[in-house]
């Protein structure tokens, strides 16, 4: 397997980290990452948190080999860039913000000052990207089989994976969805509380986490229609909305479950202590971070928290 550095494709060594603007914005990071995935902060020089970040988010990139190169936007000086961005569904309210692409496109992100571990983690997913000895591949073809419905066989496969690659967040993550999606929830837990330390903060480990908490709430799911019916008696029973929301999902209809939740929160966001923001949370960690759903979502969300 390839290693950090000796990829044929990596990074000149002096063209890793630069600074971007709307002018180098499509060369540097839609063409740029055609050949090598970039990683975006998107900072401000008010921003305290972006000031800690932006170091250590050097640093693994420097770590990293030539297989990621960075570029820093300063949003106050790039108004016109972040706010066509934003129109086009990242949500940078919020900074800083940073986001992985690959192939022209933004693949994975996250929000606020983070541990140095998570922001390894990160890195590494992106780099992996570049090339990592066809275990992309493999797990790509995993990830086919689990949307078919062949979870089994999915299973197998992330199992092999993970016997070649222990640490391999995007196969354990894969393997502990498979045997949600199996039914099998209690060996879904068992695999992931056995994650290993330096992978247990990565965003798959968190997407199956939170879908292992979707598929409990889905099992004790209230009927449907008769929730519809009571919210649509009494609009102020927030239990009942947020209930609806519950059932929803488990039906499959994850944009209206969404948008239940939205509406809850704008009535009442401190409602039982948050409920409606901590399960829209829950939501967005099941799904990929560019899902159309999470980022519609969360720009709607920052909309009314910063309102």
């Given at each position: 397997m390839l290693e950090l550095g000796q990829n044929a494709g990596a990074a000149p060594a002096g063209d890793l980290i630069k600074d971007g603007s709307e002018a180098t914005f499509m060369q540097d990071v839609i063409d740029g990452s055609?050949?090598?995935?970039?990683?975006?902060?998107?900072?401000?020089?008010?921003?305290?948190?972006?000031?800690?970040?932006?170091?250590?988010?050097?640093?693994?990139?420097?770590?990293?080999?030539?297989?990621?190169?960075?570029?820093?936007?300063?949003?106050?000086?790039?108004?016109?860039?972040?706010?066509m961005l934003s129109q086009q569904g990242l949500p940078l309210q919020s900074i800083p913000t940073v986001v992985a692409f690959h192939q022209g496109r933004p693949v994975d992100m996250f929000?606020?000052?983070?541990?140095?571990?998570?922001?390894?983690?990160?890195?590494?997913?992106?780099?992996?990207?570049?090339?990592?000895g066809g275990l992309g591949e493999a797990v790509e073809a995993a990830e086919q089989m689990l949307a078919e419905g062949a979870a089994v066989d999915a299973a197998q496969t992330f199992a092999a994976i993970l016997?070649?690659?222990?640490?391999?967040?995007?196969?354990?993550?894969?393997?502990?969805?498979a045997h949600v999606a199996m039914g099998d929830l209690d060996q879904a837990?068992?695999?992931?509380?056995?994650?290993?330390?330096?992978?247990?903060?990565?965003?798959?480990?968190?997407?199956?986490?939170?879908?292992?908490?979707?598929?409990?709430?889905?099992?004790?799911?209230?009927?449907?229609?008769?929730?519809?019916?009571?919210?649509?008696?009494?609009?102020?029973?927030?239990?009942?909305?947020?209930?609806?929301?519950q059932a929803l999902h488990a039906a499959g209809e994850v944009e209206d479950a969404v948008a239940e939740l939205l509406d809850l929160f704008h009535r009442d966001r401190e409602w039982n202590d948050g409920a409606a923001k901590t399960q829209l949370f829950t939501i967005f960690d099941a799904l990929k971070p560019t899902d159309p759903i999470v980022l519609s979502g969360r720009r709607k969300l920052s909309s009314m928290i910063f309102a």
């Open positions: 055609a050949e090598v995935p970039v990683i975006v902060d998107f900072w401000a020089e008010w921003c305290g948190p972006c000031k800690t970040l932006g170091p250590m988010l050097e640093a693994a990139v420097t770590r990293a080999g030539g297989k990621v190169r960075m570029v820093k936007i300063d949003v106050d000086k790039e108004q016109r860039l972040a706010a929000q606020g000052a983070v541990p140095q571990s998570e922001l390894d983690a990160f890195v590494a997913k992106a780099a992996a990207l570049a090339g990592d016997g070649e690659a222990p640490d391999n967040a995007a196969a354990y993550g894969g393997l502990v969805r837990e068992a695999i992931l509380n056995g994650a290993p330390a330096e992978i247990s903060e990565s965003p798959e480990i968190e997407a199956a986490h939170a879908q292992i908490e979707l598929a409990k709430q889905a099992a004790n799911a209230g009927p449907l229609g008769e929730l519809r019916a009571a919210v649509e008696a009494n609009p102020d029973d927030l239990q009942a909305r947020f209930e609806l929301a």
